[in-house]
């Protein structure tokens, strides 16, 4: 992310960095690849996944790791928010932007859908949301939801609030009671407003009190925060969801699916970074192309989906293939797109600190 987050750790060096963040990143990532394919087959209609949306799983666990990274990646210096702009712009936007190339021949070849202009030059933005636009692939929606975090975590960290664990508790709760009118409000005005978006976002910011508990360096004070967190989450999120997912807006809504699934979400990210850190060192590689295979894979659904019939039946030969080239494409796209732009990143950094410390010295 990165849609994560699919970031940089916070400690700025490759030595400090977690690879249990990266590789349960990976992880989330295959949820979200695998269950986009099921959901086109027959098998979506077994008894476990009528009840559980490993897609949402994933994405639960992705923003989790967002705030267990982003706010750690803002440092202290008089160049801290144009580090963190320049970062997560070269971070982000050329693997997003070969995807749309991606999502614009995947409408053209498989789904004989033309696409205008402005549809692409809109989703160039990452912000289409915002502009009313759709998104040429649909997993871009989560993209905008890691945006208003670092615009959140920049303004607070630019009024010095973003290191206070209590403020970053507080925007949680708020958020969580947001997103809690917001399904009030979904429910009584029969409208789609975005209740995710409050939703995730809490739970980003959750995450970034999360990370001390889980590295083992928290105080008695952040991990009282935390279990308030946790407990509101756990009884709010019961509200939110009959509320905000009985009535279908098109998407096959199912409250109890989403309640399900942000827990099982929620519990497996605490679950894995509390105790199994050591045993996920061998999936870091998976981790680290995880925000190409989150953007690809849907190039692959359609093909997979223009090849075959796949209402019919679960082609065990169609899956493999679909997995195989997306993690074949996002390797690829890792090595000539993803990491020369965050050495491009580095070396703009580099320069605008030279040219902060010659200022300072003038």
Same mark, same amino acid.
């Given at each position: ?104 021949? !995947? @409408?053209?070849?498989?789904? #004989?859908?033309? &696409?205008?202009? %402005?549809? =692409? ?7 289409? /949301? ?77 995450? !970034? @009190?999360?990370?001390?508990? #889980?590295?083992? &360096?928290?105080? %008695?004070? =952040? ?7 946790? /407990? ?91 997995? =195989? ?38």
């Amino acid at each position: 992310m990165n849609t994560l987050t699919f970031a940089d750790n916070g400690a700025g060096s490759p030595r400090y960095r977690l690879t249990h963040l990266d590789a349960l990143r990976g992880i989330a990532a295959m949820l979200v690849v695998v269950a986009h394919f099921i959901e086109r087959t027959p098998l979506k209609d077994t008894f476990f996944l009528t009840w559980v949306n490993l897609g949402q799983v994933g994405v639960v666990i992705f923003f989790l790791l967002s705030g267990m990274v982003i706010p750690y990646s803002l440092k202290e210096g008089r160049h801290a928010l144009a580090t963190f702009a320049v970062s997560r712009f070269f971070r982000l936007y050329p693997a997003y932007w070969f995807s749309i190339a991606l999502a614009v021949a !995947s @409408l053209d070849w498989f789904l #004989s859908t033309p &696409v205008s202009l %402005s549809t =692409v030059l809109i989703n160039m933005t990452m912000f289409q /949301a915002v502009l009313k636009t759709p998104d040429l692939f649909g997993v871009y929606w989560t993209l905008i939801i890691e945006m208003f975090f670092y615009v959140a975590c920049a303004a607070l960290f630019s009024v010095g609030l973003l290191g206070k664990a209590w403020v970053r508790f507080g925007v949680a709760i708020g958020l969580l009671a947001v997103a809690l009118i917001f399904a009030v409000g979904r429910f009584y005005l029969a409208k789609k407003i975005p209740v995710a978006l409050p939703l995730c976002l809490s739970i980003m910011f959750f995450g !970034s @009190l999360w990370r001390d508990v #889980s590295l083992g &360096v928290a105080d %008695s004070h =952040v991990r009282r925060l935390v279990a308030v967190w946790l /407990a509101l989450f756990v009884v709010l999120l019961v509200p939110i969801c009959l509320l905000a997912y009985t009535t279908d807006h098109g998407h096959k809504e199912n409250p109890f699916t989403y309640l399900i699934s942000y827990l099982i979400g929620m519990a497996s990210a605490l679950v894995v970074t509390l105790y199994l850190r050591r045993t996920l060192k061998s999936l870091t590689f998976l981790g680290t192309i995880s925000y190409s295979v989150y953007l690809i894979h849907p190039f692959f659904l359609e093909w997979a989906a223009y090849a075959t019939d796949m209402r019919a039946q679960f082609n065990v030969g169609v899956f493999l293939s679909y997995l =195989v080239a997306t993690l074949v494409l996002a390797s690829f796209s890792y090595a000539l797109l993803e990491r020369p732009s965050i050495g491009m990143a580095r070396a703009i950094n580099a320069r605008l600190q030279g040219s902060f410390r010659q200022r300072a010295q003038a």
